[in-house]
């Protein structure tokens, strides 16, 4: 059992998004992303199976797909999908998310 306390990982930079890596395992990887208000995370795929999931845990933004369509996203809400799909967060607020991908790439 591991107990992770995230509020260590608040941290924001106006010019680019802080990446922590939380958790690694055979089995799946789990990455902290914050970005400022204003900033994109790019849209980008991977070439292979699995899947990921984006929580947002603070901040509003968008969860971007193909064709960077865009589904309004708040704290609390989770974006989940396949990794080979195209996915992105764009902030309007200063914003943190939890990005979970299985299996680790």
């Given at each position: 059992m591991k107990k992770i306390d995230l509020n260590t990982t608040r941290e924001?930079?106006?010019k680019h998004m802080h990446k922590f890596l939380v958790h690694d395992s055979a089995d799946f990887r789990i990455i902290n992303f914050n970005l400022s208000a204003g900033l994109t995370f790019p849209v980008h795929s991977h070439d292979l199976d699995g899947q990921l999931s984006i929580l947002v845990i603070e901040g509003e933004g968008e969860f971007l797909g193909a064709d960077e369509v865009a589904i309004p996203a708040k704290t609390g809400?989770?974006?989940?999908?396949?990794i080979r799909e195209p996915h992105?967060?764009?902030?309007?607020t200063d914003m943190r998310i939890i990005v979970t991908i299985a299996?680790?790439?």
């Open positions: 924001f930079n106006p809400e989770m974006l989940i999908s396949d992105g967060v764009r902030a309007t299996p680790p790439i």
